[in-house]
């Protein structure tokens, strides 16, 4: 059974860090494509950082780069999301979302098919 489960979020001060992950369990990463996602209530579900199965392969939000980074590990089975720099701007609830089967470049320009969510963990950043 394909199941994601993200930790991490909490609360921080301006200018703090938070490092989320995301288990996945029931995944080959031969060909998969891993995304965070954030949302906040009144606002459309926003794409943060993807990651390809190369471990390689990454894509970010223009309001996140520079400052977040995606990566996997693939012996835990595991997604990390390491934000840094944090404003109160990135206060969302984070989602990790993923596709078992797709390309390199569909993967990094989007055009994937998010085939399973996981439940979100809430970032709180105050100024």
């Known amino acids: 059974q394909v199941q994601l489960v993200e930790s991490g979020g909490g609360s921080v001060q301006a200018g703090g860090s938070l490092r989320l992950s995301c288990a996945v369990y029931?995944?080959?990463?031969?060909?998969?494509?891993f995304g965070w996602f954030r949302q906040t209530p009144g606002k459309e579900r926003e794409g943060v950082a993807r990651?390809?199965?190369?471990?390689?392969?990454?894509y970010y939000a223009d309001s996140v780069k520079g400052r977040f980074t995606i990566s996997r590990d693939g012996s835990k089975n595991t997604v990390y999301l390491q934000m840094n720099s944090l404003k109160p701007e990135d206060t969302a609830m984070y989602f990790c979302?993923?596709?078992?089967?797709?390309?390199?470049?569909?993967?990094?320009?989007?055009?994937?098919?998010?085939?399973?969510w996981g439940q979100g963990t809430q970032v709180t950043v105050s100024s």
């Open positions: 979302a993923a596709d078992p089967l797709v390309s390199r470049s569909s993967c990094i320009s989007d055009s994937w098919s998010i085939h399973h």
């Open positions: 029931g995944y080959t990463y031969s060909s998969s494509c």
């Open positions: 990651i390809y199965a190369d471990g390689i392969t990454t």
